[in-house]
Protein backbone atom coordinates (compact mmCIF):
# COMPACT_ATOMS: atom_id res chain seq x y z
CA UNK A 1 0.00 0.00 0.00
CA UNK A 2 1.12 3.59 -0.94
CA UNK A 3 0.25 6.50 1.55
CA UNK A 4 -0.11 9.71 1.12
CA UNK A 5 2.39 12.85 1.73
CA UNK A 6 2.23 13.86 5.12
CA UNK A 7 5.22 13.72 7.79
CA UNK A 8 2.73 12.96 10.27
CA UNK A 9 0.19 11.44 8.25
CA UNK A 10 0.13 7.69 7.95
CA UNK A 11 -2.02 4.81 5.61
CA UNK A 12 -3.69 1.90 6.94
CA UNK A 13 -4.73 -0.89 4.76
CA UNK A 14 -4.97 -5.13 4.87
CA UNK A 15 -2.31 -8.02 4.80
CA UNK A 16 -4.10 -8.88 1.35
CA UNK A 17 -4.17 -5.86 0.11
CA UNK A 18 -0.62 -5.96 0.89
CA UNK A 19 0.50 -8.83 -1.17
CA UNK A 20 -2.06 -7.93 -4.04
CA UNK A 21 0.79 -4.75 -4.53
CA UNK A 22 3.53 -7.07 -4.69
CA UNK A 23 2.22 -9.75 -6.66
CA UNK A 24 1.44 -7.27 -9.49
CA UNK A 25 4.51 -5.74 -9.63
CA UNK A 26 6.24 -9.67 -9.05
CA UNK A 27 3.87 -11.62 -11.47
CA UNK A 28 1.57 -10.85 -14.70
CA UNK A 29 -1.63 -10.91 -12.64
CA UNK A 30 -5.05 -10.19 -15.19
CA UNK A 31 -5.07 -6.34 -15.00
CA UNK A 32 -8.55 -6.41 -13.66
CA UNK A 33 -6.99 -8.35 -10.39
CA UNK A 34 -4.57 -5.20 -10.23
CA UNK A 35 -6.88 -2.51 -10.99
CA UNK A 36 -8.41 -2.59 -7.62
CA UNK A 37 -8.21 0.54 -4.90
CA UNK A 38 -4.83 0.23 -3.20
CA UNK A 39 -3.62 3.38 -1.62
CA UNK A 40 -4.79 6.98 -1.10
CA UNK A 41 -2.69 9.61 -2.57
CA UNK A 42 -2.93 13.22 -1.37
CA UNK A 43 -1.56 15.66 -3.57
CA UNK A 44 -0.67 18.48 -0.85
CA UNK A 45 -0.24 17.90 2.93
CA UNK A 46 -2.97 17.52 4.93
CA UNK A 47 -3.43 20.30 7.50
CA UNK A 48 -2.25 19.51 10.89
CA UNK A 49 -4.03 22.65 12.90
CA UNK A 50 -7.30 24.22 12.01
CA UNK A 51 -8.91 27.52 14.40
CA UNK A 52 -12.27 27.72 15.06
CA UNK A 53 -13.59 30.30 12.23
CA UNK A 54 -10.87 29.80 10.07
CA UNK A 55 -11.32 26.22 8.22
CA UNK A 56 -9.08 24.90 6.52
CA UNK A 57 -9.16 23.10 3.04
CA UNK A 58 -8.75 19.84 2.27
CA UNK A 59 -6.11 18.58 -0.33
CA UNK A 60 -7.23 16.84 -3.14
CA UNK A 61 -7.46 12.74 -2.72
CA UNK A 62 -6.98 10.70 -5.36
CA UNK A 63 -7.11 6.29 -5.41
CA UNK A 64 -4.68 4.56 -6.86
CA UNK A 65 -4.16 0.83 -8.01
CA UNK A 66 -1.49 -1.33 -6.86
CA UNK A 67 0.68 0.11 -9.56
CA UNK A 68 0.41 3.37 -8.69
CA UNK A 69 -2.40 4.10 -11.53
CA UNK A 70 -5.35 6.57 -10.40
CA UNK A 71 -8.48 4.84 -10.45
CA UNK A 72 -10.78 7.83 -11.86
CA UNK A 73 -14.21 5.89 -11.08
CA UNK A 74 -13.04 5.32 -7.04
CA UNK A 75 -14.61 7.91 -4.59
CA UNK A 76 -13.13 9.27 -1.60
CA UNK A 77 -14.91 9.70 1.60
CA UNK A 78 -13.08 12.34 4.30
CA UNK A 79 -14.79 12.34 7.86
CA UNK A 80 -13.38 14.28 11.22
CA UNK A 81 -12.56 11.60 14.21
CA UNK A 82 -13.98 11.93 16.80
CA UNK A 83 -17.25 13.85 15.46
CA UNK A 84 -17.86 15.85 18.20
CA UNK A 85 -14.01 17.78 17.37
CA UNK A 86 -14.71 19.08 13.78
CA UNK A 87 -17.01 19.00 11.00
CA UNK A 88 -16.21 18.83 6.98
CA UNK A 89 -18.71 21.04 4.81
CA UNK A 90 -17.97 22.61 1.18
CA UNK A 91 -14.28 20.34 1.29
CA UNK A 92 -13.52 22.71 4.55
CA UNK A 93 -12.33 21.32 7.63
CA UNK A 94 -14.40 23.11 11.11
CA UNK A 95 -12.76 23.26 14.21
CA UNK A 96 -15.88 22.63 17.04
CA UNK A 97 -14.26 21.57 20.39
CA UNK A 98 -10.95 22.16 21.22
CA UNK A 99 -8.84 19.00 21.45
CA UNK A 100 -6.67 16.32 19.54
CA UNK A 101 -8.36 14.33 16.73
CA UNK A 102 -7.78 12.97 13.13
CA UNK A 103 -8.82 13.28 9.63
CA UNK A 104 -9.81 10.02 7.82
CA UNK A 105 -10.08 9.34 4.11
CA UNK A 106 -11.83 6.19 3.21
CA UNK A 107 -12.78 4.50 -0.18
CA UNK A 108 -16.23 2.84 0.75
CA UNK A 109 -16.36 -1.15 0.73
CA UNK A 110 -12.92 -1.59 0.80
CA UNK A 111 -10.26 -1.60 3.77
CA UNK A 112 -8.31 1.45 2.16
CA UNK A 113 -7.95 4.10 4.57
CA UNK A 114 -5.94 6.85 5.19
CA UNK A 115 -5.68 9.03 8.87
CA UNK A 116 -3.74 12.49 9.45
CA UNK A 117 -3.91 14.02 12.99
CA UNK A 118 -5.44 17.47 13.10
CA UNK A 119 -5.40 19.55 16.53
CA UNK A 120 -8.43 21.62 16.64
CA UNK A 121 -8.06 24.92 18.40
CA UNK A 122 -10.78 26.79 20.03
CA UNK A 123 -9.97 29.64 22.27
CA UNK A 124 -11.64 31.05 25.31
CA UNK A 125 -10.53 34.66 25.03
CA UNK A 126 -8.55 37.28 23.33
CA UNK A 127 -7.34 40.70 24.69
CA UNK A 128 -5.61 43.59 22.96
CA UNK A 129 -2.07 44.78 24.28
CA UNK A 130 -0.37 48.11 23.23
CA UNK A 131 3.47 48.88 22.78
CA UNK A 132 4.47 49.50 26.31
CA UNK A 133 1.04 50.31 27.86
CA UNK A 134 0.37 53.20 25.72
CA UNK A 135 -2.43 53.23 22.99
CA UNK A 136 -0.92 56.46 21.42
CA UNK A 137 0.19 57.53 18.14
CA UNK A 138 1.23 60.33 16.39
CA UNK A 139 -0.06 61.49 12.84
CA UNK A 140 2.17 59.61 10.14
CA UNK A 141 3.70 57.28 12.62
CA UNK A 142 2.64 53.51 12.80
CA UNK A 143 1.41 51.28 16.25
CA UNK A 144 2.02 47.60 16.41
CA UNK A 145 -0.30 46.02 18.44
CA UNK A 146 -0.76 42.87 19.99
CA UNK A 147 -3.64 40.02 19.91
CA UNK A 148 -3.46 37.61 22.93
CA UNK A 149 -5.19 34.42 22.41
CA UNK A 150 -5.75 32.22 24.85
CA UNK A 151 -7.12 28.95 26.43
CA UNK A 152 -7.73 29.06 30.36
CA UNK A 153 -3.66 30.41 31.45
CA UNK A 154 -2.45 28.73 28.15
CA UNK A 155 -1.32 31.45 25.45
CA UNK A 156 -2.06 30.09 21.98
CA UNK A 157 0.38 31.79 19.38
CA UNK A 158 -0.60 31.40 15.86
CA UNK A 159 -4.07 32.37 16.10
CA UNK A 160 -5.88 33.83 12.58
CA UNK A 161 -7.05 36.96 13.82
CA UNK A 162 -8.53 39.36 11.95
CA UNK A 163 -7.52 42.77 12.76
CA UNK A 164 -10.36 46.28 12.00
CA UNK A 165 -10.04 50.05 12.33
CA UNK A 166 -13.76 51.23 13.61
CA UNK A 167 -12.21 54.95 12.27
CA UNK A 168 -10.39 54.20 8.98
CA UNK A 169 -9.94 58.04 8.49
CA UNK A 170 -8.38 58.44 11.63
CA UNK A 171 -6.68 55.21 12.23
CA UNK A 172 -5.73 52.47 9.31
CA UNK A 173 -5.86 49.12 9.62
CA UNK A 174 -2.46 47.63 8.22
CA UNK A 175 -1.37 43.42 8.11
CA UNK A 176 -0.36 41.60 11.11
CA UNK A 177 -1.79 44.32 13.47
CA UNK A 178 -0.09 47.56 12.69
CA UNK A 179 -2.06 50.67 12.12
CA UNK A 180 -1.24 54.31 11.07
CA UNK A 181 -2.55 57.15 12.38
CA UNK A 182 -4.27 59.52 9.55
CA UNK A 183 -5.87 62.41 11.46
CA UNK A 184 -5.81 63.52 15.32
CA UNK A 185 -8.13 62.03 17.11
CA UNK A 186 -9.78 58.99 19.43
CA UNK A 187 -9.90 55.88 17.30
CA UNK A 188 -10.91 52.42 18.05
CA UNK A 189 -10.19 49.08 16.77
CA UNK A 190 -11.11 45.64 17.22
CA UNK A 191 -9.54 42.08 17.17
CA UNK A 192 -11.59 39.01 16.20
CA UNK A 193 -10.83 35.12 16.54
CA UNK A 194 -13.32 33.14 15.98
CA UNK A 195 -16.75 34.38 17.86
CA UNK A 196 -13.80 36.16 20.80
CA UNK A 197 -13.99 40.09 19.61
CA UNK A 198 -11.67 42.54 21.68
CA UNK A 199 -11.62 45.87 21.68
CA UNK A 200 -9.26 48.68 22.19
CA UNK A 201 -9.27 52.68 22.33
CA UNK A 202 -6.53 54.34 20.42
CA UNK A 203 -5.64 57.76 20.39
CA UNK A 204 -4.01 59.66 17.41
CA UNK A 205 -2.45 62.85 18.36
CA UNK A 206 -1.32 65.82 15.88
CA UNK A 207 2.65 65.63 15.26
CA UNK A 208 2.64 68.97 16.64
CA UNK A 209 1.55 71.12 20.05
CA UNK A 210 -0.43 74.01 19.68
CA UNK A 211 -0.25 75.41 23.17
CA UNK A 212 0.87 74.26 26.76
CA UNK A 213 -0.15 75.53 29.91
CA UNK A 214 1.90 75.29 32.91
CA UNK A 215 1.32 75.79 36.69
CA UNK A 216 1.96 74.81 40.37
CA UNK A 217 -1.08 72.54 41.26
CA UNK A 218 -2.61 73.60 44.60
CA UNK A 219 -1.49 71.96 47.93
CA UNK A 220 -3.49 73.98 50.23
CA UNK A 221 -1.19 76.53 51.36
CA UNK A 222 -2.86 79.71 49.74
CA UNK A 223 1.40 81.07 49.18
CA UNK A 224 1.53 82.78 45.85
CA UNK A 225 5.34 84.71 45.24
CA UNK A 226 4.90 87.66 43.17
CA UNK A 227 3.01 88.36 39.93
CA UNK A 228 1.23 85.11 40.85
CA UNK A 229 5.04 83.13 40.65
CA UNK A 230 5.12 79.34 42.38
CA UNK A 231 5.69 79.13 45.72
CA UNK A 232 7.68 76.55 46.40
CA UNK A 233 9.96 75.58 50.24
CA UNK A 234 13.71 74.93 50.13
CA UNK A 235 13.54 71.32 50.86
CA UNK A 236 9.99 71.10 49.95
CA UNK A 237 8.65 69.67 46.42
CA UNK A 238 5.41 70.54 44.45
CA UNK A 239 3.55 68.53 41.68
CA UNK A 240 3.55 70.89 38.44
CA UNK A 241 0.33 70.37 36.21
CA UNK A 242 1.23 70.40 32.41
CA UNK A 243 -1.34 70.47 29.62
CA UNK A 244 -0.40 70.02 26.05
CA UNK A 245 -3.33 70.42 23.53
CA UNK A 246 -3.27 70.25 19.24
CA UNK A 247 -6.24 70.62 17.23
CA UNK A 248 -8.60 70.86 20.33
CA UNK A 249 -7.12 67.68 21.80
CA UNK A 250 -4.61 66.46 24.20
CA UNK A 251 -1.12 66.46 22.57
CA UNK A 252 -0.22 63.00 23.44
CA UNK A 253 2.70 60.80 22.89
CA UNK A 254 5.13 63.72 22.95
CA UNK A 255 8.81 64.16 25.67
CA UNK A 256 8.25 67.35 27.07
CA UNK A 257 12.29 69.30 27.88
CA UNK A 258 12.86 71.09 31.04
CA UNK A 259 14.93 74.11 31.22
CA UNK A 260 15.99 75.70 34.55
CA UNK A 261 16.91 79.66 34.54
CA UNK A 262 18.40 79.19 38.34
CA UNK A 263 19.09 75.62 38.98
CA UNK A 264 21.01 76.78 42.21
CA UNK A 265 17.28 77.56 43.27
CA UNK A 266 15.22 74.62 41.93
CA UNK A 267 15.01 71.96 39.98
CA UNK A 268 12.54 69.46 37.84
CA UNK A 269 12.09 65.82 37.93
CA UNK A 270 9.15 64.14 36.85
CA UNK A 271 6.79 66.94 36.65
CA UNK A 272 7.86 67.48 40.38
CA UNK A 273 9.19 71.16 41.46
CA UNK A 274 11.52 70.89 44.11
CA UNK A 275 13.30 73.90 45.72
CA UNK A 276 16.96 73.91 46.95
CA UNK A 277 17.63 77.48 48.73
CA UNK A 278 15.58 80.59 49.11
CA UNK A 279 15.26 82.66 45.86
CA UNK A 280 13.74 83.10 42.16
CA UNK A 281 14.35 81.22 38.57
CA UNK A 282 12.34 80.67 35.73
CA UNK A 283 11.13 77.36 34.67
CA UNK A 284 10.49 76.66 31.03
CA UNK A 285 9.06 73.39 29.22
CA UNK A 286 9.44 73.15 25.46
CA UNK A 287 7.16 69.78 23.43
CA UNK A 288 6.18 69.85 19.59
CA UNK A 289 7.37 73.06 18.32
CA UNK A 290 5.44 75.35 21.79
CA UNK A 291 6.52 76.33 25.01
CA UNK A 292 5.79 77.72 28.72
CA UNK A 293 7.45 79.27 31.00
CA UNK A 294 5.79 80.09 34.92
CA UNK A 295 7.87 82.28 37.66
CA UNK A 296 9.04 80.06 40.82
CA UNK A 297 10.01 81.57 44.03
CA UNK A 298 11.64 79.30 46.86
CA UNK A 299 10.69 80.22 50.22
CA UNK A 300 12.41 79.19 53.64
CA UNK A 301 12.21 75.78 54.89
CA UNK A 302 9.73 74.67 56.91
CA UNK A 303 10.50 74.51 60.77
CA UNK A 304 10.32 71.01 61.81
CA UNK A 305 13.12 70.22 58.95
CA UNK A 306 15.70 72.41 61.09
CA UNK A 307 17.52 72.10 63.96
CA UNK A 308 17.97 74.26 67.74
CA UNK A 309 20.41 76.79 68.71
CA UNK A 310 20.89 79.45 70.80
CA UNK A 311 22.61 82.57 68.28
CA UNK A 312 22.81 86.04 68.60
CA UNK A 313 21.59 88.23 65.75
CA UNK A 314 22.11 91.94 64.66
CA UNK A 315 19.12 93.50 64.04
CA UNK A 316 18.58 95.45 60.40
CA UNK A 317 17.79 98.96 61.11
CA UNK A 318 14.51 99.12 59.99
CA UNK A 319 13.79 96.48 62.20
CA UNK A 320 15.01 98.58 65.54
CA UNK A 321 11.65 99.84 66.51
CA UNK A 322 9.39 99.19 69.08
CA UNK A 323 10.57 96.53 71.91
CA UNK A 324 13.49 96.66 69.94
CA UNK A 325 14.04 100.43 69.62
CA UNK A 326 17.75 101.23 69.75
CA UNK A 327 18.74 97.28 69.86
CA UNK A 328 21.24 96.44 67.54
CA UNK A 329 21.25 92.65 68.42
CA UNK A 330 18.88 90.42 69.95
CA UNK A 331 19.62 86.42 71.36
CA UNK A 332 17.36 84.05 71.01
CA UNK A 333 17.23 80.08 70.53
CA UNK A 334 16.29 79.43 66.98
CA UNK A 335 15.78 76.00 64.45
CA UNK A 336 18.05 78.04 61.44
CA UNK A 337 21.69 78.41 61.59
CA UNK A 338 22.00 81.40 58.88
CA UNK A 339 18.45 83.74 59.45
CA UNK A 340 19.60 86.90 57.50
CA UNK A 341 18.38 85.61 54.36
CA UNK A 342 14.91 84.31 55.76
CA UNK A 343 14.80 88.00 57.21
CA UNK A 344 15.50 89.64 54.48
CA UNK A 345 13.09 87.53 52.23
CA UNK A 346 9.97 88.02 54.50
CA UNK A 347 10.79 91.79 54.70
CA UNK A 348 11.45 92.29 51.23
CA UNK A 349 7.56 90.52 51.58
CA UNK A 350 6.88 93.72 53.21
CA UNK A 351 6.56 91.89 56.87
CA UNK A 352 7.41 94.71 59.10
CA UNK A 353 6.72 93.57 62.74
CA UNK A 354 10.24 92.44 63.91
CA UNK A 355 8.41 89.96 66.42
CA UNK A 356 6.70 87.99 63.39
CA UNK A 357 10.04 88.08 61.35
CA UNK A 358 11.93 86.44 63.99
CA UNK A 359 9.00 83.74 64.82
CA UNK A 360 9.00 82.93 61.36
CA UNK A 361 12.34 83.00 60.39
CA UNK A 362 13.47 81.05 63.78
CA UNK A 363 10.42 78.97 63.94
CA UNK A 364 9.78 80.15 67.45
Keep these: ?39 IRLEEEAPTVVWVGAPRRLPPATVVDAMGQPLSSAQV ?59 VVQVGDKIDLIAKVRR ?22 MPAGRFT ?15 LVDAQPVQVTSNRVDSIRLKCVEDGSGRVGDNGACVVKAGSDRLLSLTMMSDGHPALGFEPEWSIENQDVVYVVDRRLTGRRI ?26 D ?3 ALLTYLLPRHLQFGRWAG ?32 EVCCCR
Design 1 to 39: MRHAMGDNAQARGTSSQLSLSILCVATALPAAACSQPDA
Design 77 to 135: EVTVHPPVQGRIAGGLVHADLHGQGELRWHVPGTNVRYVSPLRFVVPDSVDIECPGGRC
Design 279 to 304: GKSKVTVEAGGSRAVIDVEVWPSNCS
Design 327 to 358: RTKIRLQCKIDEPEACLEFYSAKGMTNPRELL
Design 181 to 195: GLAAGPAQVTVTVGS
Design 306 to 308: KVE
Design 152 to 173: GDEILDGAPVVWKSIAPGVLKA
